[in-house]
């Protein structure tokens, strides 16, 4: 007995210490809330309900510019003034697709700019709008899925400012061929794009002045898999900072072949390159077929639009707190 309980005690003794290591050791990752149990995920990111009056937004259909729409839309707030970004073409595979404009004054009805198309003369799809001091930023897949981006003072009038140089990490040009559902954010620590390869993974390169992007290591930072949802195919479409991390929004599929069924995941990470998935993906069903996600604080909570194909709005479930609003 006396030997029985000696090694119940080393047994119990060790993994105690391996999990005081393992514990540790997210700690240094995620901070304490990984060891208290506060969740990585909080519910004002997760959670959410369609809102009845779905879909906010659709194509204006046939005989317009804009027979269908497609891809991720982008859509930013600022006061009273709701401002969409999104793609339209005339629903006819490999045919030019162009830029969309559309306000709002609540976010769920909206009136289009009666410039549309915006650059008619521009392939524009996949579209990422930054809004810093005065400046406009849109970055956008052009044609063959090359990546460019344009400067407006106003998030209307637009002007091309070229294609994206990419570079390896010494340095080198990254080998051509498409690059992917652009999406940047801007930190302490400059300007940070995220892109895909063939709907293989995510890499991060960083700029200080926009002109040069170098990347921060040559593999993916966020990979497919090895849950089924992301196995085939993933592209980011905004990262947010909150509550002292950062959270990405990006569409998954395991469906091979075409049509594909698309569902929409989250990720978190303290620095842009290591990232860990939501143990809760997708956050609607397969079914569904909802993607291109995208998050808007309306000044009292985070709202989560759909934008691929038709815009659906999802408000927060009843009973979450209301969540500051990010600086």
Same mark, same amino acid.
């Given at each position: 007995?006396?030997?029985?309980?000696?090694?119940?005690?080393?047994?119990?003794?060790?993994?105690?210490?391996?999990?005081?290591?393992?514990?540790?050791?997210?700690?240094?990752?995620?901070?304490?809330?990984?060891?208290?149990?506060?969740?990585?995920?909080?519910?004002?990111?997760?959670?959410?309900?369609?809102?009845?009056?779905?879909?906010?937004?659709?194509?204006?259909?046939?005989?317009?510019?804009?027979?269908?729409?497609?891809?991720?839309?982008?859509?930013?707030?600022?006061?009273?003034?709701?401002?969409?970004?999104?793609?339209?073409?005339?629903?006819?595979?490999?045919?030019?697709?162009?830029?969309?404009?559309?306000?709002?004054?609540?976010?769920?009805?909206?009136?289009?700019?009666?410039?549309?198309?915006?650059?008619?003369?521009?392939?524009?799809?996949?579209?990422?709008?930054?809004?810093?001091?005065?400046?406009?930023?849109?970055?956008?897949?052009?044609?063959?899925?090359?990546?460019?981006?344009?400067?407006?003072?106003?998030?209307?009038?637009?002007?091309?400012?070229?294609?994206?140089?990419?570079?390896?990490?010494?340095?080198?040009?990254?080998?051509?061929?498409?690059? &992917? #559902?652009? @999406?940047?954010? $801007?930190?302490?620590?400059?300007?940070?794009? *995220?892109?895909?390869?063939? =709907?293989?993974?995510? /890499?991060?390169?960083?700029?200080?002045?926009?002109?040069?992007?170098?990347?921060?290591?040559?593999?993916?930072?966020?990979?497919?898999?090895?849950?089924?949802?992301?196995?085939?195919?993933?592209?980011?479409?905004?990262?947010?900072?909150?509550?002292?991390?950062?959270?990405?929004?990006?569409? &998954? #599929?395991? @469906?091979?072949? $075409?049509?594909?069924?698309?569902?929409?995941? *989250?990720?978190?990470?303290? =620095?842009?390159?290591? /990232?860990?998935?939501?143990?809760?993906?997708?956050?609607?069903?397969?079914?569904?077929?909802?993607?291109?996600?995208?998050?808007?604080?309306?000044?009292?909570?985070?709202?989560?639009?759909?934008?691929?194909?038709?815009?659906?709005?999802?408000?927060?479930?009843?009973?979450?707190?209301?969540?500051?609003?990010?600086?």
């Amino acid at each position: 007995m006396a030997l029985f309980s000696g090694r119940w005690h080393n047994l119990v003794t060790s993994r105690i210490c391996w999990a005081f290591v393992l514990c540790l050791g997210l700690g240094l990752v995620w901070g304490p809330a990984s060891c208290s149990g506060q969740d990585l995920f909080p519910l004002e990111l997760t959670k959410f309900r369609p809102h009845p009056r779905n879909p906010v937004f659709t194509a204006a259909g046939e005989g317009t510019w804009e027979v269908k729409i497609r891809e991720r839309g982008f859509i930013l707030r600022e006061g009273d003034l709701w401002r969409l970004w999104y793609t339209g073409y005339d629903g006819t595979r490999g045919h030019p697709v162009h830029l969309g404009y559309a306000t709002s004054r609540d976010g769920i009805e909206w009136v289009r700019h009666p410039g549309n198309p915006l650059l008619a003369e521009q392939w524009i799809e996949d579209v990422c709008v930054v809004h810093e001091g005065d400046q406009w930023y849109l970055f956008a897949e052009g044609q063959n899925d090359v990546p460019h981006w344009f400067t407006s003072p106003d998030g209307v009038t637009w002007t091309r400012q070229g294609g994206l140089d990419v570079r390896l990490a010494d340095g080198t040009p990254v080998p051509p061929g498409p690059l &992917g #559902t652009p @999406t940047v954010i $801007r930190t302490a620590a400059g300007w940070n794009l *995220l892109y895909e390869r063939q =709907d293989a993974g995510i /890499w991060l390169a960083r700029s200080p002045d926009l002109r040069v992007w170098t990347n921060v290591r040559d593999e993916p930072v966020l990979a497919r898999g090895p849950e089924p949802y992301d196995t085939q195919m993933l592209g980011l479409n905004q990262v947010i900072e909150h509550a002292g991390r950062f959270y990405a929004i990006y569409h &998954g #599929t395991r @469906t091979p072949e $075409r049509p594909r069924l698309w569902t929409t995941n *989250l990720a978190v990470s303290r =620095d842009l390159v290591t /990232w860990k998935k939501y143990p809760g993906n997708p956050l609607f069903s397969e079914a569904e077929n909802k993607s291109s996600g995208i998050w808007v604080h309306d000044g009292r909570q985070f709202r989560l639009y759909t934008t691929h194909e038709k815009i659906d709005l999802h408000l927060p479930m009843a009973g979450i707190p209301e969540s500051p609003a990010p600086k």
